[in-house]
T-cell receptor, first 112, second 117 residues
């Protein structure tokens, strides 16, 4: 059974600081997704990582994938309050089913 | 495209009543997913469909829950009878599944906030 673990689950950081959220998964997968959810809102797709070594960047967020280590990271650079949200990683279980397994999410709070 | 459409956005009902949640996926997508999100249990996959066929309903909590997808543009999730513990936000998501390449990004609808009194 594929398990997806995120850490930390809660992260409080100051504006201007850098931090990394980690996503570990338990079986082989070549596809990993990062989503953002604002309070009371739906999930919004941030990044799709499709191969080993893939790196995607959007503004102050950068995501990477190491399929050999079964690890993805979401790095936050010089955090700002607008980044406060819950971030989920999700792993494609592969095959022809199209199912994603989601982590529990990391609730990020950026304080001035 | 309007994205994934869900209705109603909010539903308040009394215990024992039947509840029907509706979803219209993005046109052209061939996979549809129903999720439930609560503070205690997080995001749970209830059931998903490929080409209108249910593939895995192991996440459906009990027989009170049922889902249908009569055509490529419409799905329903029904709870009968509803119970207070069913209170949650229910999300529908859709994606394009390519057999060789795998699944594309899942796009989520705005959700239905269900409160069962």
């Amino acid at each position: 059974e594929l398990k997806v673990e995120q850490n930390p689950l809660f992260l409080s950081m100051q504006e201007g600081k850098n931090y990394t959220i980690y996503c570990n998964y338990s079986t082989t997968s070549d596809r990993l997704y990062w989503y953002r959810q604002d309070p009371g809102k739906s999930l919004e797709s941030l990044f799709v990582l499709l191969s080993n070594g893939a790196v995607k960047q959007e503004g102050r967020l950068m995501a990477s994938l190491d399929t050999k280590a079964r690890l993805s990271t979401l790095h936050i650079t010089a955090a700002v309050h607008d980044l406060s949200a819950t971030y989920f990683c999700a792993v494609d279980i592969g095959g022809s089913q199209g199912n994603l397994i989601f982590g529990k999410g990391t609730k990020l709070s950026v304080k001035p | 495209d309007a994205g994934v459409i869900q209705s109603p956005r909010h539903e308040v009902t009394e215990m024992g009543q039947e509840v029907t949640l509706r979803c219209k996926p993005i046109s052209g997508h061939n996979s549809l997913f129903w999720y439930r999100q609560t503070m205690m249990r997080g995001l749970e996959l209830l059931i998903y469909f490929n080409n209108n066929v249910p593939i895995d309903d192991s996440g459906m909590p009990e027989d009170r829950f049922s889902a249908k997808m009569p055509n490529a543009s419409f799905s329903t999730l029904k709870i009968q009878p509803s119970e207070p513990r069913d209170s949650a936000v229910y999300f529908c998501a859709s994606s394009l599944l390519l057999v060789r390449e795998g699944t594309d990004t899942q796009y989520f609808g705005p959700g239905t906030r269900l409160t069962v009194l």
